[in-house]
T-cell receptor, first 111, second 114 residues
Framework: QKEVEQNSGPLSVPEGAIASLNCTYS??????FFWYRQYSGKSPELIMS????GDKEDGRFTAQLNKASQYVSLLIRDSQPSDSATYLC???????????FGTGTRLTVIP | EAEVAQSPRYKITEKSQAVAFWCDPI?????LYWYRQILGQGPELLVQ????????DSQLPKDRFSAERLKGVDSTLKIQPAELGDSAMYLC????????????FGPGTRLTVT
C-alpha cells in the first residue's frame, strides 16, 4: 500500500465549476497535510496546508481533512483555465519530519 | 519574496559523466531537502539536512550520489557516474525547523542523461 494515493486523472471540469481532488493516506499517525500545485515543467507550489479535522478555506480553495477515514481533499471553486495543473497531495507521517507525496492528479479546466 | 535558488535549470550530460546541482535555501530555513521527480510521479526524497547534518539519506543511491551542506546554508548534490535512469527533475526544498509548516521548492534542475 502506498503512503499517499491519488487518482491520477485526468480530471476535466468546465470553467466556473467546482473541482474536487481526493487523497488517501496509509499512516494513521499522520499529522500534517499539504496540497501543492505543479504546472507542467515547473516545480511544486504550496497552496494549502491543513492540520485538524474539518475544512480550511483560502480564497477559492478549500481543504478538507477526515483523519478517521484517512482522507484529505481539495475543492477549487469557480475553476479557471489557469487552475489547469497537477495537484500533489503530501503528508507528514507520524514521527517523521519529511513529506510523502502522492503521484498527483492532473486537472484540466475547459474554457 | 524569499525563494529557493537552484542551478543549473537544465543539464544534459552523457552517461558515465559526473554532474552536480546547487541549491540555496530560503534564508533562515534550517532544513533542506533534495528530491527526484520522474515524469508522472510525485517527488521522492533523496536526502534531508538539518543545518549541516544529514537527517535522512535512506533513499539516496550512495554508490553514485552524494550530497553535502558544509556550512549549513547552501547545498550540492552530485551524481557520478550518471546513468540513463537518472534523467529526471531534481528539486531542492527548504522549510523552517519543522516540516510540519510545509516545504518550499526551488525551480528544479531538469537532467537529461544521453
Amino acid at each position: 500500500q502506498k503512503e499517499v494515493e491519488q487518482n491520477s486523472g485526468p480530471l476535466s471540469v468546465p470553467e466556473g465549476a467546482i473541482a474536487s481532488l481526493n487523497c488517501t493516506y496509509s499512516d494513521r499517525g499522520s499529522q500534517s497535510f499539504f496540497w501543492y500545485r505543479q504546472y507542467s515543467g515547473k516545480s511544486p507550489e504550496l497552496i494549502m496546508s491543513i492540520y485538524s479535522n474539518g475544512d480550511k478555506e483560502d480564497g477559492r480553495f478549500t481543504a478538507q481533512l477526515n483523519k478517521a477515514s484517512q482522507y484529505v481533499s481539495l475543492l477549487i471553486r469557480d475553476s479557471q483555465p489557469s487552475d489547469s495543473a497537477t495537484y500533489l497531495c503530501a503528508v507528514v507521517r507520524g514521527g517523521a519530519n519529511n513529506l510523502f507525496f502522492g503521484t498527483g492528479t492532473r486537472l484540466t479546466v475547459i474554457p | 519574496e524569499a525563494e529557493v535558488a537552484q542551478s543549473p535549470r537544465y543539464k544534459i550530460t552523457e552517461k558515465s559523466q559526473a554532474v552536480a546541482f546547487w541549491c540555496d535555501p530560503i534564508s533562515g530555513h534550517a532544513t533542506l531537502y533534495w528530491y527526484r521527480q520522474i515524469l508522472g510521479q510525485g517527488p521522492e526524497l533523496l536526502v534531508q539536512f538539518q543545518d549541516e547534518s544529514v537527517v535522512d539519506d535512506s533513499q539516496l543511491p550512495k554508490d553514485r550520489f552524494s550530497a553535502e551542506r558544509l556550512k549549513g546554508v547552501d547545498s550540492t548534490l552530485k551524481i557520478q557516474p550518471a546513468e540513463l535512469g537518472d534523467s529526471a527533475m531534481y528539486l531542492c526544498a527548504s522549510s523552517p525547523v519543522t516540516t510540519g509548516l510545509g516545504q518550499y521548492f526551488g525551480p528544479g534542475t531538469r537532467l537529461t542523461v544521453t
